[in-house]
């Protein structure tokens, strides 16, 4: 909320209805210059806080230009890497079982279907 729409809020406390009676009912050029005033105070107070500052982050160069690198560089990295670590090699593909070998398929009828014309 900008300091424009706090000064057009409207004020939360209710007016009380009124009675027709024009002595019980409050002066509107009072009660309209004391919330002016408050508003006035209260914005004023706005102005009088203290500001936060926010630090700039300093810059930390990296321990070498990556545009220098080479490719192996990249290989002889000592840090460990995960990034393989869940993989298996497999040489022979033929040594694994078909899935689908002995699978059935629901409703194969286990023999052929003549149908009589």
């Known amino acids: 909320m900008g300091i424009r729409d706090w000064l057009k809020r409207k004020d939360a406390s209710p007016i009380p209805a009124s009675n ?7 002066d509107e050029g009072i ?3 004391e919330l002016q005033e408050r508003r006035r105070l209260e914005a004023r107070s706005l102005f009088d806080e203290e500001d936060v500052v926010v630090e700039a ?12 690198g080479g490719v192996d560089d990249l290989h002889d990295s000592s840090e460990e890497s995960f990034t393989h670590a869940d993989e298996i090699e497999i040489e022979d593909v033929s040594l694994l079982d078909d899935p689908y070998a002995h699978a059935k398929i629901e409703g194969d009828v286990p023999e052929p279907v003549e149908f009589d014309e």
């Open 20 to 26: 027709d009676d024009p002595a019980d009912e409050p």
């Open 31 to 33: 009660a309209f210059a």
């Open 57 to 68: 982050e300093e810059l930390q160069s990296a321990p070498y230009d990556a545009s220098e």
